[in-house]
Nanobody
Framework: QVRLVESGGGSVQDGGSLRLSCTASGLNFDEHGMGWFRQAPGKEREAVSC????????YYADSVKGRFTISRDTAKNTLYLQMNSLKSEDTATYYCAADPIRFGSAYDHCSGSSPGPWGQGTLVTVSQ
């Protein structure tokens, strides 16, 4: 059974930084793309960024390009999201998800209708 545990959320001011982590177990981590998704209060969950199984390709939502960086450490079975220049509109619960398709693409994972099993989420609050 896939288990994903996110951490690193918190409260920061506009312009601040946070690094989210997601530790995965129950899957062959190096065979699956991973992604970050977020859900703000009253809004639907949206894709933030995805990374391919090899780490070779990435996808970013337009709203976070140039500010967020996704990465993965296969040795630690861990996914990261470095978030810089945070804005109030980044306030949301952030979830990581494992692509249910092995060796899939980052774009397909982020744009698909079934991004995969979710973690419990970590809350990010950005205040002005």
């Amino acid at each position: 059974q896939v288990r994903l545990v996110e951490s690193g959320g918190g409260s920061v001011q506009d312009g601040g930084s946070l690094r989210l982590s997601c530790t995965a177990s129950g899957l062959n981590f190096d065979e699956h793309g991973m992604g970050w998704f977020r859900q703000a209060p009253g809004k639907e969950r949206e894709a933030v960024s995805c990374i391919s199984w090899s780490g070779g390709t990435t996808y970013y939502a337009d709203s976070v390009k140039g500010r967020f960086t996704i990465s993965r450490d296969t040795a630690k079975n861990t996914l990261y999201l470095q978030m810089n220049s945070l804005k109030s509109e980044d306030t949301a619960t952030y979830y990581c998800a494992a692509d249910p398709i092995r060796f899939g693409s980052a774009y397909d994972h982020c744009s698909g209708s079934s991004p995969g099993p979710w973690g419990q989420g970590t809350l990010v609050t950005v205040s002005q």
